[in-house]
C-alpha cells in the first residue's frame, strides 16, 4: 500500500514527527509572545520580584498535569488530544460519550481565542517597527485596545499561517523547527541583553509586604498563576498529532517534559532578567516590554527593530503551532461520528484541509475582542471541560480499563493529579465571578446542546 493511503486508497495521516520536532513544536506553542506580553500583566497581580512565585508554581502545575498528558498520550496516540482520550476510556459507559463532546464544545469557543492572543500578541510589537504614520492606526494607546487596522492585520496574520499549513506534515515538520530555530535566537538575545545591564539590587527589591499571605496576596497569586499557566499553555500540543508521531510511546512523554523544564528556565531569565533592568512601574505600564528593554540597554534603534521583529516571528510560531495542533480536533471527532462529517475531509497531501480552513476563520474572527478578555475566556472555558476531565480520565483508565496498555505510567501517581487538579481549580477559582460565570455557562449549555441533539436524533425521521 503506497505511503499516505488508507486501506481504500485514499489519503491518510503519516507518522512523521520525531523527538526533535515533536519538542521544536511543543516550545514554539508555548513560548510564542506569551510572556512577551503577559509580564505586564502578571505584575499587575504580583508588582515585584515576588511575581517568580507564581511561576514557580506554575512550573508545579503544569509538570504535575504534563504526567496526565504523558500518561494518556503515549496510551492512547490518535489525533484529536483529549477528546481522543475522553472517547477511549469512557466509551463503555452510555454517560460517557457526553464528556468528549463537551471538550470539542469548549474548544469551539477556547481554540481560537489562544490562537488569536499570539496574533493580537504580534500586532502590539508591530506598532514598535511600523512607520510612523501608521502607528496610530494600529494602538490606541489610551484604552490598549487594537483598532480597526491593529485588528485588521492580526486577522491576516492568523490567515498567513493557515496559508503556511496548507501542505503536507513533512513540509510543516521542516517548518516548525525552523520557526524553533527563530524563537530559540530571540530567547537568547532578549535575556543576553538583560545579562549586559543586570541590576541584582533591583532584580530582587521586594516592597514592604510581598509575603503577606492573606486573603489579597491569595487571590493576587490565582491571578498570576492563571497568567502563568497561559503562558505554559502548549507542552501538550504533540498530543493532538498523536497519530503523525513515530514511536509515540517514548515521543510523546519526552517531549512533553523536556518541553516543561526547558520553557520555565527561559521564562525564570526573562523574568528575573527585565526585573534587574527594568522598573516594575515601567514594566506594568508596557505593552511592548521587551522592545523597552532593548531600547533601554542599547539604544539604537536598529536594535530595537531587529529584536522586535525576532519577536513578531517568535509570536508567529506559536499561532502557526496552535492551528497545526487545533485542526486535528475537529478533524477526529468528525471522523468518528462526533462531528460534522465534512470536518473528516482529508487533502490528497494527507492533512485535515476544511478543519484547518474553519478554524483559520474562526481565529480570524476572535483576534477583534481585547487581549485580557481572549486570555480569561480561553482559560476558564477549558479548565473543567479538559483538564478536570483528563484527570479523572487517568483515574477511570487505571482502576476500571485495565485492557488500555499503558507504557507509560506517571511518576508517583496519584500525586501529580492531585496537584493538577488542585492547581486548575485554583486558577479557574481566583479568576473572578465574571470569568467563573463565563466557564461555568459554556459547560452548561454545552451539557443542553447535547441532550437536546441527543433526542433530536431519536426521533422519528
Not at 150 to 168: D, E, H, N, P, Q
Not at 190 to 197: E, K, S
Amino acid at each position: 500500500m503506497p505511503a499516505g493511503m488508507d486501506e481504500s486508497g485514499g489519503p491518510q495521516l503519516q507518522r512523521r514527527l520525531g523527538v526533535f520536532q515533536a519538542t521544536a513544536l511543543n516550545m514554539a506553542n508555548m513560548v510564542g509572545v506569551g510572556p512577551f506580553i503577559t509580564i505586564p500583566l502578571i505584575m499587575g497581580h504580583m508588582a515585584g520580584p515576588q511575581v517568580i512565585v507564581g511561576w514557580a508554581l506554575g512550573l508545579i502545575v503544569a509538570l504535575a498535569d504534563s504526567m496526565v498528558w504523558c500518561e494518556l498520550g503515549a496510551a492512547m496516540p490518535g489525533s484529536g488530544g483529549t477528546y481522543h482520550y475522553l472517547r477511549e476510556v469512557f466509551r463503555p459507559w452510555r454517560w460517557g460519550r457526553i464528556l468528549p463532546f463537551l471538550f470539542i464544545w469548549q474548544f469551539i469557543f477556547s481554540g481560537p481565542l489562544e490562537v488569536a492572543s499570539g496574533c493580537i500578541g504580534i500586532v502590539n510589537y508591530l506598532n514598535e517597527v511600523w512607520p510612523t504614520n501608521w502607528v496610530p492606526l494600529l494602538v490606541r494607546e489610551d484604552v490598549k485596545l487594537l483598532s480597526i487596522a491593529g485588528k485588521l492585520t492580526a486577522s491576516f496574520a492568523a490567515g498567513f499561517a493557515v496559508l503556511l499549513l496548507y501542505r503536507r506534515i513533512q513540509s510543516v515538520g521542516k517548518l516548525t523547527v525552523a520557526l524553533w530555530i527563530a524563537m530559540v535566537v530571540t530567547v537568547v538575545i532578549v535575556i543576553g541583553t538583560c545579562a549586559v545591564a543586570f541590576d541584582p539590587a533591583l532584580a530582587f527589591a521586594f516592597p514592604p509586604g510581598a509575603f503577606s499571605f492573606d486573603g489579597k496576596f491569595g487571590l493576587a497569586l490565582g491571578g498570576a498563576l492563571g497568567i502563568a499557566m497561559y503562558d505554559f499553555l502548549g507542552y501538550y500540543d504533540i498530543c493532538y498529532l498523536g497519530e503523525e508521531v513515530r514511536d509515540p510511546a517514548r515521543t510523546i512523554p519526552a517531549a512533553v517534559v523536556v518541553s516543561v523544564f526547558a520553557v520555565a528556565a527561559i521564562y525564570t531569565g526573562i523574568n528575573v532578567g527585565l526585573l534587574g533592568v527594568l522598573p516594575v512601574d515601567k514594566i506594568k505600564a508596557s505593552n511592548a516590554v521587551v522592545s523597552d528593554l532593548v531600547g533601554v540597554v542599547w539604544g539604537a534603534k536598529w536594535a530595537l527593530r531587529a529584536v522586535t521583529w525576532l519577536i513578531i516571528l517568535t509570536a508567529f510560531a506559536s499561532v502557526f503551532a496552535l492551528l497545526l495542533g487545533y485542526s486535528r480536533i475537529p478533524f477526529a471527532a468528525a471522523r468518528d461520528g462526533y462531528f460534522f462529517r465534512i470536518f473528516a475531509d482529508l487533502h490528497p497531501e494527507g492533512f485535515p484541509r476544511f478543519s484547518l480552513l474553519v478554524l483559520g476563520v474562526v481565529t480570524m474572527v476572535a483576534c477583534w475582542f481585547p487581549f485580557e478578555t481572549v486570555l480569561t475566556a480561553l482559560l476558564t472555558s477549558r479548565i473543567l471541560a479538559q483538564f478536570v476531565c483528563q484527570i479523572a480520565a487517568v483515574v477511570v483508565a487505571r482502576r476500571a480499563r485495565p485492557d488500555i496498555a499503558r507504557p507509560f505510567r506517571m511518576w508517583l501517581y496519584p500525586f501529580p493529579c492531585a496537584v493538577a487538579l488542585v492547581g486548575w481549580l485554583y486558577v479557574f477559582g481566583a479568576s473572578g465571578w465574571k470569568a467563573i460565570t463565563y466557564g461555568l455557562s459554556t459547560v452548561a449549555l454545552g451539557v443542553a446542546v447535547y441532550f437536546i441533539a441527543a433526542n433530536w436524533s431519536r426521533r422519528p425521521q
